[in-house]
């Protein structure tokens, strides 16, 4: 992955992880370096605040159900079992991959957490109203097109009251970040290679004005938050 490159239009390469033939202990070992680089690129936090505020839009029940789609080992839901705490809110997640490498990462991680259940499925094949909100943090940057606008699709009708988005700012500083931060504090090439192309597969706002146009949702809002992400709500109608 090349330290210079265009950053106007969004990259369109697949990243390693989508090659669903590979896998295996190098993918279970990306998935707890990602963990390193969602702590210092404080990843939880766009995923916390769009949930309080589709929590609060809804009248802030006493009970919330979450799935979060393309999880991964699911880390970045820490923080929200952190917040149901000291909320009091009746909170379980469901965390979802298509791959058993993050399904097995995830069981590990959440071993002691009976609030949090690991399922491996795909997103298109999830029941209507699955759960109160689904959250795809990191995940829909993988789509492009058409396809985008089906994956987003799917999550919204998998979900009672709507959908939060955690993606990436296309942006020259994160870029730059990432892409030195990934070579010193791994040899991973799951982690090399998928962590600076994530963030030329990332958005800017124009994107998400699209997207939101394509969806024909008016109720899709999106924020700017560190480090260089973007917290997206679609609120169903």
Same mark, same amino acid.
């Given at each position: 992955?090349?330290?210079?490159?265009?950053?106007?239009?969004?990259? #369109?390469?697949?990243?390693?992880?989508?090659?669903?033939?590979?896998?295996?202990?190098?993918?279970?070992?990306?998935?707890?370096?990602?963990?390193?680089?969602?702590?210092? *690129?404080?990843?939880?936090?766009?995923?916390?605040?769009?949930?309080?505020?589709? @929590?609060?839009?809804?009248? /802030?029940?006493? $009970?919330?159900?979450?799935?979060? =789609?393309?999880?991964?080992?699911?880390? =970045?839901?820490?923080?929200?079992?952190? @917040? $149901?705490?000291?909320?009091?809110?009746?909170?379980?997640?469901?965390? !979802?991959?298509?791959?058993?490498?993050? /399904?097995?990462?995830?069981?590990?991680?959440?071993?002691?957490?009976?609030?949090?259940?690991?399922?491996?499925?795909? =997103?298109?094949?999830?029941?209507?109203?699955?759960?109160?909100?689904?959250?795809?943090?990191? *995940?829909?940057?993988? *789509? #492009?097109?058409?396809?985008?606008?089906?994956?987003?699709?799917?999550?919204?009708?998998?979900? !009672?009251?709507?959908?939060?988005?955690?993606?990436?700012?296309?942006?020259?500083?994160?870029?730059?970040? !990432?892409?030195?931060?990934?070579?010193?504090? $791994?040899?991973?090439?799951?982690?090399?290679?998928?962590?600076?192309?994530?963030?030329?597969?990332?958005?800017?706002?124009?994107? @998400?004005?699209?997207?939101?146009? #394509?969806?024909?949702?008016?109720?899709?809002?999106?924020? @700017?938050?560190?480090?260089?992400?973007? $917290?997206?709500?679609?609120?169903?109608?």
């Amino acid at each position: 992955m090349s330290f210079f490159r265009t950053l106007s239009i969004r990259a #369109q390469e697949d990243e390693l992880m989508d090659d669903f033939s590979m896998g295996g202990e190098e993918l279970s070992e990306a998935l707890r370096h990602l963990r390193r680089l969602n702590r210092i *690129f404080a990843a939880p936090g766009p995923t916390l605040d769009g949930v309080v505020k589709l @929590w609060k839009s809804i009248g /802030c029940p006493d $009970s919330l159900s979450i799935m979060d =789609v393309g999880a991964g080992s699911g880390d =970045v839901n820490r923080k929200l079992l952190q @917040w $149901s705490d000291q909320m009091g809110v009746e909170l379980s997640i469901t965390l !979802v991959d298509l791959t058993e490498e993050a /399904c097995d990462e995830a069981r590990r991680l959440f071993r002691h957490e009976p609030r949090v259940q690991v399922r491996r499925a795909d =997103v298109k094949e999830l029941p209507d109203a699955s759960a109160d909100i689904v959250t795809g943090s990191q *995940f829909i940057h993988h *789509f #492009q097109g058409q396809q985008l606008m089906e994956i987003v699709t799917h999550m919204l009708r998998a979900s !009672v009251h709507g959908v939060v988005i955690n993606d990436i700012h296309r942006h020259p500083v994160p870029y730059a970040a !990432v892409w030195i931060i990934t070579r010193l504090i $791994s040899r991973n090439r799951y982690i090399r290679h998928d962590g600076p192309l994530s963030v030329a597969k990332g958005f800017k706002g124009r994107d @998400w004005r699209e997207l939101k146009k #394509q969806l024909n949702h008016a109720t899709l809002t999106y924020r @700017w938050k560190p480090l260089f992400r973007y $917290s997206v709500v679609i609120q169903k109608r």
